[in-house]
């Protein structure tokens, strides 16, 4: 690999300097094997292995870095995506920092649904979203437009209701606030340039899809061993929801095999009690740090 990062073939990718997403994504980059630390203290970082450097911005800038395609890849909320109504491409939806675009109103509010907004003011740094969503219903709102901290805008009488982003609703309750209606439901996504990119570039990018893909079909997997009577063996495999066949293998003990197999982590616990009943015992379940098919 050409490890000097030359700019025709180093890819740069946009991720959120500090916030929700930040921990989850670096985690990601890790766990697909890219090195590189300080990324606190610095706006740029090279990493050490990867033909890859990180370039760490707020998450609302993120979008419209790759869209002028001075990032080719960007993790960021689809939630800023469709906001800024960027000109990019998703590659993948990454089931990490899932939030939803909520409109909210004090505790004691008389507006639970999005008819009786007419002629109210909502606060939000969502305009777009907000006004697309409101229009959608043929109800027309005023728009407070706000940066941060949108969520005490109700009490200084700003605002009848806010928009805002909602994960696990923290914010809101320690505001007084109930959530009312969903907007959007949001994920965390890769995104990628429109801007035409070089060979080198496309190909690095293809690298990186398949870790990333190998990543994610990994933490959904868990590694299952189990030891069974021979004649368990049939009903075994029937109950194994599993992506490969079992790897079965005699023990010492005469009459008992030992079954491993890959299995997806949410039939686990059902799958595990009826393996129980087919007579499978010291079951052990074990995650997996990643997959290539
Ligand atoms: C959102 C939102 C709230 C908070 C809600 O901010 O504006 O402040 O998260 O989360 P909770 O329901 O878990 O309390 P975000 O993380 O997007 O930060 P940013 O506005 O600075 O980008
Ligand atoms: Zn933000």
Request: glycine share 6%.
């Amino acid at each position: 690999m050409n490890r000097s990062l030359d700019h025709t073939t180093s890819l740069r990718i946009a991720i959120q300097k500090s916030g929700r997403l930040t921990d989850k994504t670096t985690d990601l980059l890790h766990g697909i094997g890219i090195e590189f630390d300080n990324y606190k203290r610095n706006l740029m970082v090279k990493t050490r292995n990867f033909d890859v450097e990180l370039l760490l911005l707020r998450d609302d800038d993120i979008p419209e870095y790759v869209q002028d395609g001075i990032c080719d890849l960007g993790f960021v909320g689809a939630n800023e995506v469709l906001e800024k109504d960027s000109k990019v491409s998703v590659l993948r939806g990454l089931n990490y920092g899932n939030c939803r675009l909520a409109v909210a109103s004090q505790k004691e509010s008389e507006l639970l649904k999005p008819t009786q907004f007419d002629g109210k003011k909502i606060a939000t740094s969502y305009p777009i979203l907000t006004k697309r969503f409101f229009e959608n219903v043929g109800v027309s709102i005023e728009i407070v437009e706000i940066s941060g901290a949108v969520e005490i805008t109700p009490q200084l009488h700003l605002a009848d209701a806010i928009s805002d982003l909602v994960s696990t609703g923290g914010t809101l309750k320690a505001n007084g606030l109930i959530e009312r209606f969903t907007i959007l439901e949001s994920e965390t996504k890769l995104i990628q340039t429109q801007q035409a990119l070089s060979e080198g570039k496309q190909q690095l990018i293809q690298k990186f899809l398949q870790r990333i893909d190998g990543y994610q079909t990994a933490k959904k997997s868990r590694y299952i061993l189990m030891n069974a009577p021979t004649e368990s063996v049939e009903t075994i495999k029937v109950l194994l929801p599993s992506m490969k066949s079992p790897t079965i293998m005699p023990l010492a003990q005469t009459g008992m095999v030992a079954i491993h197999s890959v299995i997806p982590y949410e039939q686990f616990w059902d799958v595990m009690e009826q393996l129980q009943d087919a007579g499978a015992s010291d079951i052990v379940m074990l995650p997996i740090e990643s997959m290539i098919a």
